[in-house]
T-cell receptor, first 115, second 113 residues
Framework: DQQVKQNSPSLSVQEGRISILNCDYT??????FLWYKKYPAEGPTFLIS?????DKNEDGRFTVFLNKSAKHLSLHIVPSQPGDSAVYFC??????????????FGTGTRLTVIP | KAGVTQTPRYLIKTRGQQVTLSCSPI?????VSWYQQTPGQGLQFLFE???????NKGNFPGRFSGRQFSNSRSEMNVSTLELGDSALYLC????????????FGPGTRLLVL
C-alpha cells in the first residue's frame, strides 16, 4: 500500500512561472517530509525538508508547505527555470519512531519547464 | 570528495538466477541504505546497514538480502530472480542519522528476462 502518493505523474510549466508539485500521505506517524530531485542517470538529490511541527519552509526559490490536517504537502518553485526540469520525489520519514534512515517515497512527478 | 558509487551500472539476468550489487559509500560514511525504484511504486526502502549491522528492513521477501563490510561497502543480493525484480536499485550513504544528509548513488539498472 502506497503511503506517500504523488497523483500527478507529469507537469509542464512555462519558464518564469510557478511550479506546484503535490504530495499526499496516509500515515499520521510521519514526522518529517522531504523533497528530492532526480535527473536521468543520477541518484536523487535532497532539495528541501520540513518537520511536522512547521507548516512552511523556504529555501531560495523553493518553498514546501505542509497541511497536517489534510495530510498534504506541496513544493512551490518560483520562478521556474529550465534547469528545474527533472523528476521530483516526495518522501516521508518516521524518524522519531525508528531512529533509522528509512524513507517512504512517492512515485514521482516529472516537471518540464518550457523556455 | 568522491560520491557514492554503485557497480555494475547495468545488468541483465534471466529468471531464476541470482545477482549481487555493490555499493561503495562516501568515505567516512557508516550507513548504507538500499532502495528499489520501479515506475509504479516509486522508491521503496529495502534495508539499512550501519556498522555492519542491519538496522532496519523494509517489506521485501527474503530473496532480498544484504550485508555490509568493515570498510562500510555494502552488497545486496537477490536470489531466484523474478521478472518483477526488474528495477533501478539505489543505495544511499549517510553518517549523521539525518535522512536529508543521505547521498544517493546513480543506481544499478537490473533487467530480468
Amino acid at each position: 500500500d502506497q503511503q506517500v502518493k504523488q497523483n500527478s505523474p507529469s507537469l509542464s510549466v512555462q519558464e518564469g512561472r510557478i511550479s506546484i508539485l503535490n504530495c499526499d500521505y496516509t500515515n499520521s506517524m510521519f514526522d518529517y517530509f522531504l523533497w528530492y530531485k532526480k535527473y536521468p542517470a543520477e541518484g536523487p538529490t535532497f532539495l528541501i525538508s520540513i518537520s511536522s511541527i512547521k507548516d512552511k519552509n523556504e529555501d531560495g526559490r523553493f518553498t514546501v508547505f505542509l497541511n497536517k490536517s489534510a495530510k498534504h504537502l506541496s513544493l512551490h518553485i518560483v520562478p521556474s527555470q529550465p534547469g528545474d526540469s527533472a523528476v521530483y520525489f516526495c518522501a516521508a520519514s518516521v524518524e522519531k519512531l525508528t531512529g533509522a534512515n528509512n524513507l517512504f517515497f512517492g512515485t514521482g512527478t516529472r516537471l518540464t519547464v518550457i523556455p | 570528495k568522491a560520491g557514492v558509487t554503485q557497480t555494475p551500472r547495468y545488468l541483465i539476468k534471466t529468471r531464476g538466477q541470482q545477482v549481487t550489487l555493490s555499493c561503495s559509500p562516501i568515505s567516512g560514511h557508516r550507513s548504507v541504505s538500499w532502495y528499489q525504484q520501479t515506475p509504479g511504486q516509486g522508491l521503496q526502502f529495502l534495508f539499512e546497514y550501519f556498522s555492519e549491522t542491519q538496522r532496519n528492513k523494509g517489506n521485501f521477501p527474503g530473496r532480498f538480502s544484504g550485508r555490509q563490510f568493515s570498510n562500510s561497502r555494502s552488497e545486496m543480493n537477490v536470489s531466484t530472480l523474478e521478472l518483477g525484480d526488474s528495477a533501478l536499485y539505489l543505495c544511499a550513504s549517510g553518517n549523521t542519522g539525518r535522512v536529508e544528509t543521505q547521498y544517493f548513488g546513480p543506481g544499478t539498472r537490473l533487467l530480468v528476462l
